[in-house]
């Protein structure tokens, strides 16, 4: 069997097993409870991720049993050269997506103690500075971006939305106006 044909039977299993989960995932999404509140119901979003996450495991599929692929243009299916060579090697072709899960694991270990404004705005200026480097030009941009990006969504949800975000232990003592605690 040609390295095309097992890809090609790769990808389409594994497309089918991706729109199998977005099945249960939007079946799941239908079974939260809708209290009648006269509001947007709690499974709403669930279900627009969901139905998202499926028109993106749809063109997967369309694109695997056309045999048609962007990747497929660039590599021809082979490894790049820098993977080749044992798991060295392979850690530094792979380094960034790696550093960016390090960082997003550590930003869930520690939101407990930062909560979600403090640990996100470190998070999202870690990440920027992991990939967009160090000068000291782009240090101060990666730091204004994450102070207002992840500032405006907390106040976009803890004030208009009224979601109650982790606070964190650091916080704990201060109280945020208009009854949100």
Known sequence: MSERNSRLNRDVILSVLLLLFCGFLIWAGQQIRDPQFGELPPGTWPQAVSYVLTGFCLIYF????????????????????????????????????????????AFLYTLPFF???????????LLLTALGGFTPRALLLHA????????????????????????????????????VT
């Open 144 to 179: 204004v971006i994450a102070a207002i990006s992840v500032g405006a969504m907390w106040a976009l949800f803890t004030f208009g939305l009224r979601v109650l975000l982790p606070r964190g232990e650091l916080f704990k003592v201060i109280t945020l106006p208009l009854g």
């Open 115 to 125: 909560g979600t404004l403090v640990g996100g705005v470190l998070v999202v200026f």
């Open 62 to 105: 369309f694109q695997a049993v056309t045999g048609r692929s962007f990747q497929d243009e660039m590599t021809e299916g082979a490894p790049p050269e820098e993977t080749r060579g044992g798991p060295v090697k392979w850690i530094l072709a792979y380094r960034n997506p790696i550093v960016c899960f390090a960082i997003y694991f």
